[in-house]
Every structure is written in structure tokens, then in C-alpha cells.
């Protein structure tokens, strides 16, 4: 079972161009997320998704969008990047909504020069 | 504001026991998280604990104390590959998960 699959693991990116990371879940959960981890921080949300056809902003949503045109795809799309957007970004769903019971993807390293 | 606080990193001996400290303050609670997290890799789902008390589960536990905002992850008969960060997360009354920093447990033969 592949669960949830990001591309790509890793991309080095120059500033002020545009990326996209892909997520797909095999699970058909309803909800899914971003989150970016950076050192010494706690993970933070950056959109989710209670719901295909759904969108919302997390707590660090400036810079990103995203779209959920399915169940199981949920890309990330930064504009134009910035050096401050170097990070792991994650992303994960869970089955239902309101709950901490998350599944990740494996991450993509992103780094912007 | 919202904050968890756990210690950054803890050392431990394979065949020992290890609790790993937990404190949260947020608007309202939902329910106190762990995850572990091995290195370059994803955070997995260990335990939920929404009411006080223990929750057991084979070497892993997780217990909650509401009233003191605090909770505990205790690792029994620690083997090498329990080497990972674990993380701690609260749920708020928004059902927001707060993330906690981590803490990267190092074990020792």
C-alpha cells in the first residue's frame, strides 16, 4: 500500500521561481494537509483540506496555494519562492476531520537559492 | 499564545526505560498527540490520550494530566531502533494540532 506519495523528494530551487509539489493519497481520505518542518520548530500548517473541492489557510499560508480537484491529489504550489521557504515540506490526510491522527507523506527537502 | 515544550534531546540505554516530558498551553484541548519520527523519514502515529491517565500500548505508554497541561511518552526496554524525534502535538478548541519542536532520543548500547 503507497499511502501517500510526494514529488519530488528533493529540488533545489533559484529565487523567484515557481514549484510545485505534488501529493497523492491511495487511501481516499477525506482531509489532507501541509505542513513545513524547519529545525528547532514544531511542525507548522502551512493549508489543508477538509475535503475535495475545499481549501483552507493554516498558519503560515503566505506564499503557497493549493487546489483538492479530487480525493487523492493535493498539490502545492509556491509563486515565486523565496530563500525563507527552504524547508521539508509534508503532507499528510487523515480519514476524518477534527482528529490528530495523521498519515505523512516522506517529505520533500526544498531548498531555495 | 500557544505553546508545547519538550526537551530538545535525551540520551538513554538500550534494555532501559525513558519518559519523554510534554508541556502544553492552548486555547482549549482536544486531545495530546505523540509521533515518532526517525531521521530523513515521516512522522508515524504512536498514541492519543484525551482523558487523564495512562494509555498503554506493548513498550510504548503516554500518559495526560489536563489539569497540569502536561504529558508524558515512556519508552520500556529501549532498543536501537527507538532512536528517532519524537513529537508532541495538542489539539486546540479549533482542533488545530500544535507541534511541538521534538526530541531527539539517542540510544546508547
Known amino acids: 500500500t503507497a499511502g501517500i506519495t510526494q514529488a519530488p523528494t528533493s529540488q533545489i530551487l533559484a529565487a523567484g521561481r515557481s514549484m510545485t509539489l505534488r501529493c497523492t493519497q491511495d487511501m481516499r481520505h477525506n482531509a489532507m494537509y501541509w505542513y513545513r518542518q524547519d529545525l528547532g520548530l514544531g511542525l507548522r500548517l502551512i493549508h489543508y483540506s477538509n475535503t475535495a473541492g475545499t481549501t483552507g489557510k493554516g498558519e503560515v499560508p503566505d506564499g503557497y496555494s493549493v487546489s483538492r480537484a479530487n480525493t487523492d491529489d493535493f498539490p502545492l504550489t509556491l509563486a515565486s519562492a523565496v530563500p525563507s521557504q527552504t524547508s521539508v515540506y509534508f503532507c499528510?490526510?487523515?480519514?476524518?476531520?477534527?482528529?490528530?491522527?495523521?498519515?505523512f507523506g516522506e517529505g520533500s527537502r526544498l531548498t531555495v537559492l | 499564545g500557544q505553546n508545547i515544550d519538550q526537551p530538545t534531546e535525551m540520551t538513554a540505554t538500550e534494555g532501559a526505560i525513558v519518559q519523554i516530558n510534554c508541556t502544553y498551553q492552548?486555547?482549549?484541548?482536544?486531545?495530546l498527540f505523540w509521533y515518532q519520527q526517525h531521521a530523513g523519514e515521516a512522522p508515524t502515529f504512536l498514541s492519543y490520550?484525551?482523558l487523564d491517565g495512562l494509555e498503554e500500548k506493548g513498550r510504548f505508554s503516554s500518559f495526560l494530566s489536563r489539569s497540569k497541561g502536561y504529558s508524558y511518552l515512556l519508552l520500556k526496554e529501549l532498543q536501537m531502533k527507538d532512536s528517532a524525534s519524537y513529537l508532541c502535538a495538542c489539539m486546540d478548541s479549533n482542533y488545530q494540532l500544535i507541534w511541538g519542536a521534538g526530541t531527539k532520543l539517542i540510544i546508547k548500547p
Open positions: 499528510a490526510s487523515s480519514d476524518r476531520t477534527h482528529t490528530g491522527e495523521l498519515f
Open positions: 490520550n484525551v
Open positions: 492552548t486555547s482549549g484541548f482536544n486531545g
